[in-house]
C-alpha cells in the first residue's frame, strides 16, 4: 500500500502512521505543522509540508500516485467552531474540497476520513449505532457531517471509495514511546488530566456533577488512540479489496464516568488528583456511548484497551 496521511504529524495522524509502517505500507505524511509536531515524523515515511487549503501543493503532492488517502487534517475544538466558525468552514469544508478534487484529478479512489460521534448531537438512545438520527449540535460536528456528504456526492459521481471513522472519545498514548508530541492547548479530558499531574495545571475542572448517573458525573465512552489506528488500516484494506463506502463508529461500548477517570488517575500515579466543580457546559449529554458492532462485523476491528486504567496508563 502506497498511503498518504494528511495530518500524520498530530495526535491520531502520527499513530496512524506508526500502525501503517507496522503493516508495511509505504508512507508520506502532509502536514503544515500548525498542531503537529515534527517530533512525532517517522523517519521511513517521507514527509510534505504543506495546507489542504493549498490546492496547487495538495495536487502536485497525490500525483506522486497513492492507493489510498487518510485525512486527519481538519480542526478539532468544539468550543472554537462556535465562537469562530469561518476557520472551521474554510479549514474543515474547503480542505475537505480541495483534498476530493484533488484525488479527483491525480486518479486516488479511496479515502479514509476522521469523522466524530459529534455527527449525532445529543443522543436519542443508547449504545449511538450508525442509524442514529444525525443532528449536531456544535460546528464543528456540523462540518463533520457535511464533510461525510460530500464524499458520499464524490462516491457517487467520481468513483471516490470512502470509509468515514467517527470516533468517539480518543484518549491513551502510543505504549511503545514512539509518539511523542503532545497537543500544546489539550480539549480532551485526560491530556489535561495529564497536565494537571505534572503540574501544568492547578486542578482539574469538572463540569456538573448533578447528572443522573451513577456519580453525578458525565459518562463518555474513550477508545484508545492505538486501536483508532489499527482501523484506519482495516478501512484502508477493505476499501482496496473493492468493498463499498461506509460509515463505522469506534467506541469500546463502555462507559466511564468522569470520578472514575480520576480514580483511575489517581491509582496510576500514586497520588490524589485536585479536582474543582464547575458548572455544567451547555450542549454536554450525560450520557454518549458507541455501538461498534458494524466494526467489528465488518471491518473485523476489536479494541484491545477496554479497560480505563490501561488507558490512563498509557497517557500519563
Given at each position: 500500500?502506497?498511503?498518504?496521511?494528511?495530518?500524520?504529524?498530530?495526535?491520531?495522524?502520527?499513530?496512524?502512521?506508526?500502525?501503517?509502517?507496522?503493516?508495511?505500507?509505504?508512507?508520506?505524511v502532509?502536514?503544515?505543522?500548525?498542531?503537529?509536531?515534527?517530533?512525532?515524523?517517522f523517519?521511513?515515511?517521507?514527509?510534505?509540508?504543506?495546507?489542504?487549503?493549498?490546492?496547487?501543493?495538495?495536487?502536485?503532492?497525490?500525483?506522486?500516485?497513492?492507493?489510498?488517502?487518510v485525512?486527519?487534517?481538519?480542526?478539532?475544538?468544539?468550543?472554537?467552531?462556535?465562537?469562530?466558525?469561518?476557520?472551521?468552514?474554510?479549514?474543515?469544508?474547503?480542505g475537505m474540497?480541495?483534498?476530493?478534487?484533488?484525488?479527483s484529478?491525480?486518479?486516488?479512489?479511496?479515502?479514509?476520513?476522521?469523522?466524530?460521534?459529534?455527527v449525532?448531537?445529543?443522543?436519542?438512545?443508547?449504545?449511538v449505532?450508525?442509524?442514529?438520527?444525525?443532528?449536531?449540535?456544535?460546528?464543528?460536528?456540523?462540518?463533520k457531517?457535511?464533510?461525510?456528504r460530500?464524499?458520499?456526492?464524490?462516491?457517487?459521481?467520481?468513483?471516490?471509495?470512502?470509509?468515514?471513522?467517527?470516533y468517539?472519545?480518543?484518549?491513551?498514548?502510543?505504549p511503545?514511546g514512539?509518539?511523542?508530541?503532545?497537543d500544546?492547548?489539550?480539549?480532551?479530558?485526560?491530556?489535561?488530566?495529564?497536565?494537571?499531574?505534572?503540574?501544568?495545571?492547578?486542578?482539574?475542572?469538572?463540569?456538573?456533577?448533578?447528572?443522573?448517573?451513577?456519580?453525578?458525573?458525565?459518562?463518555?465512552?474513550?477508545?484508545?488512540?492505538?486501536d483508532?489506528?489499527a482501523?484506519?488500516?482495516?478501512?484502508?484494506?477493505?476499501?482496496?479489496?473493492?468493498?463499498?463506502?461506509?460509515?463505522?463508529?469506534?467506541?469500546?461500548?463502555?462507559?466511564?464516568?468522569?470520578k472514575?477517570?480520576?480514580a483511575?488517575?489517581?491509582?496510576?500515579?500514586?497520588?490524589?488528583?485536585?479536582?474543582?466543580?464547575?458548572?455544567?457546559?451547555?450542549g454536554?449529554?450525560?450520557?454518549?456511548?458507541?455501538?461498534?458492532?458494524?466494526?467489528?462485523?465488518?471491518?473485523?476491528?476489536?479494541?484491545?484497551?477496554?479497560?480505563?486504567?490501561?488507558?490512563?496508563?498509557?497517557?500519563?
Open positions: 500500500m502506497k498511503v498518504l496521511v494528511i495530518g500524520g504529524a498530530g495526535y491520531i495522524g502520527s499513530h496512524v502512521v506508526k500502525a501503517l509502517l507496522e503493516a508495511n505500507a509505504s508512507v508520506t502532509y502536514d503544515d505543522l500548525s498542531t503537529g509536531h515534527k517530533i512525532n515524523l523517519a521511513k515515511a517521507a514527509f510534505v509540508e504543506g495546507s489542504i487549503l493549498d490546492y496547487g501543493r495538495l495536487e502536485q503532492t497525490m500525483r506522486q500516485g497513492f492507493d489510498a488517502v485525512h486527519l487534517a481538519a480542526k478539532k475544538a468544539v468550543g472554537e467552531s462556535m465562537e469562530n466558525p469561518e476557520l472551521y468552514a474554510e479549514n474543515n469544508l474547503i474540497v480541495n483534498i476530493l478534487n484533488a484525488m484529478k491525480s486518479g486516488c479512489k479511496v479515502l479514509v476520513f476522521s469523522s466524530s460521534a459529534a449525532y448531537g445529543m443522543p436519542e438512545y443508547l449504545p449505532d450508525e442509524n442514529h438520527p444525525l443532528n449536531p449540535i456544535n460546528f464543528y460536528g456540523f462540518t457531517l457535511e464533510s461525510e460530500l464524499m458520499a456526492w464524490y462516491d457517487r459521481l467520481k468513483g471516490i471509495k470512502y470509509t468515514a471513522l467517527r468517539f472519545n480518543a484518549a491513551g498514548y502510543d511503545d514512539a509518539v511523542k508530541g503532545r500544546s492547548k489539550p480539549q480532551n479530558l485526560l491530556p489535561i488530566v495529564k497536565e494537571v499531574v505534572d503540574g501544568q495545571r492547578e486542578c482539574l475542572l469538572i463540569f456538573g456533577n448533578d447528572y443522573d448517573t451513577r456519580d453525578g458525573t458525565c459518562v463518555r465512552d474513550y477508545v484508545h488512540v492505538s483508532l489506528a482501523a484506519h488500516v482495516l478501512a484502508i484494506r477493505r476499501l482496496l479489496e473493492g468493498r463499498p463506502s461506509a460509515v463505522y463508529n469506534l467506541g469500546t461500548s463502555n462507559g466511564v464516568t468522569v472514575e477517570v480520576v483511575a488517575a489517581e491509582k496510576v500515579t500514586g497520588k490524589p488528583l485536585p479536582v474543582r466543580y464547575v458548572d455544567r457546559r451547555p454536554d449529554p450525560a450520557v454518549l456511548v458507541a455501538s461498534s458492532k458494524k466494526a467489528e462485523t465488518e471491518l473485523g476491528w476489536k479494541p484491545r484497551y477496554m479497560r480505563i486504567e490501561d488507558i490512563v496508563k498509557t497517557e500519563l
